[in-house]
Every structure is written in structure tokens, then in C-alpha cells.
């Protein structure tokens, strides 16, 4: 199975702050990699997702990017955040060519001021 | 890619008690899965039932599968406090490499 690393656990930003927060993945190569965001006591909302390294897909238009410049790192950034960019951000792995068990991380909550 | 819509919203029930969830999806699917997430973490990854399954066990959850009404419920019996959660469906067809979740079903089992 895979393990999904996430760091920070929690962050307090300003509005208009930068933002980097960083996934990483063991026990597997090549994984497909997401973004989730989560607002509270709702679903996921996927933000983006990646089947490479370079290769990243945008399902919701906003002040958010992400990148992946090794196979098992993805990096969610913003240059400047916004009140409603605060949720509960959760990064997923699924074996390369499958779509059936995602592993997620513990999450990241993000607040911003 | 295609999202599954949980029902209900909430469910709370006394410890011991079984605890039913509905999900339901809208196009063909090759499998559905099961996710629970406790308060504050991330999901976990509980049970896959594939399309020509009818029915799944794994300890005490009971997954059942209907394609004919595109439908899937989890059973969760002999219910306890630590069962507390949110749990989600996700439907998975092939070709896709998205998993769309719906808003989950939040479950309290009081002690």
C-alpha cells in the first residue's frame, strides 16, 4: 500500500499571502496524484489532478496551481490567498493506470485571516 | 468520471444499532468504493465492490451493489461510538482516472 505524507498539519495565513503545501508519496512509482479541498462539514471538491510529472489538470477555476516536479511530489501553491481559499486540503495517490482505492493523507487545514 | 450522491445527509443512532447508507450514480461503473473519514483526517479506503458483484463483507460492514438501479448501500451493524464518521461512495468507470466525491453521509453513534 501507499503512504501519503502532508505537511504543514495546520497554517495560519494572511489574506494575500503566498501559499506552498507539499504531498509526497511512498510505495509507489508513477501514481496519479490529486487535490482535494474540503469546506466544513461538506464533500471533497477536486481542485486538480495529475497522471505525470509536468502533467497537472485543472478542475476549478481560481487563484490556485499546482505542480509536480518529481513523480511522487505534488506542491499546491497560490501567490496570493484569499478568505475563501480556507479548507481542509487533502492531497490522494492511486496506483498509476487505476481508479479504484485512493490512499489520502492526513490533510492540511488551512485558515486564512 | 462521475460523482455518487449519498443519502442521507445524517444518521444518528444508539451504539448496537445498525447503520444503513444509501448511494446512488448515474452512468455504467466497473466498480463503487466505500471511504470513511473521521473529524479532522483524511479518508480512508474501506470496501470496493465491482460491477458484477451483488454483495460484499468485510467484518461488520455489508456492501451491496444494484447496477440495474445504479444504487449501492453500506450496512454497517452492531454499530459503536468509534464508528462516528462521514462516510462516501465513489463510483469509478472505465477510462476515468477522476474520483468525484458527493457530500457523504455523516453518521453519530451515541455510546
Known amino acids: 500500500s501507499q503512504t501519503i505524507h502532508q505537511w504543514p498539519a495546520t497554517l495560519v495565513q494572511p489574506v494575500g499571502s503566498p501559499l506552498s503545501l507539499e504531498c509526497t508519496v511512498e510505495g509507489t512509482s508513477n501514481p496519479n496524484l490529486y487535490w482535494y479541498r474540503q469546506a466544513a462539514g461538506r464533500g471533497l471538491q477536486l481542485l486538480f489532478y495529475s497522471v505525470g510529472i509536468g502533467q497537472i489538470s485543472s478542475e476549478v477555476p481560481q487563484n490556485l496551481s499546482a505542480s509536480r516536479p518529481q513523480d511522487r511530489q505534488f506542491i499546491l501553491s497560490s501567490k496570493k490567498l484569499l478568505l475563501s481559499d480556507s479548507g481542509f486540503y487533502l492531497c490522494?495517490?492511486?496506483?498509476?493506470?487505476?481508479?479504484?482505492?485512493?490512499?489520502f493523507g492526513p490533510g492540511t487545514r488551512l485558515t486564512v485571516l | 468520471s462521475q460523482q455518487g450522491e449519498e443519502d442521507p445527509q445524517a444518521l444518528s443512532i444508539q451504539e448496537g444499532e445498525n447503520a444503513t447508507m444509501n448511494c446512488s450514480y448515474k452512468?455504467?461503473?466497473?466498480?463503487l468504493q466505500w471511504y470513511r473519514q473521521n473529524s479532522g483526517r483524511g479518508l480512508v479506503h474501506l470496501i470496493l465492490i465491482r460491477s458484477n458483484e451483488r454483495e460484499k463483507h468485510s467484518g461488520r460492514l455489508r456492501v451491496t451493489l444494484d447496477t440495474s438501479k445504479k444504487s449501492s448501500s453500506l450496512l454497517i451493524t452492531a454499530s459503536r461510538a468509534a464508528d462516528t464518521a462521514s462516510y462516501f461512495c465513489a463510483p469509478s468507470n472505465t477510462g476515468g482516472f477522476k474520483t468525484i466525491f458527493g457530500a457523504g453521509t455523516r453518521l453519530f453513534v451515541k455510546a
Open positions: 452512468t455504467s461503473i466497473n466498480n
Open positions: 490522494a495517490s492511486t496506483p498509476a493506470g487505476r481508479t479504484d482505492t485512493q490512499y
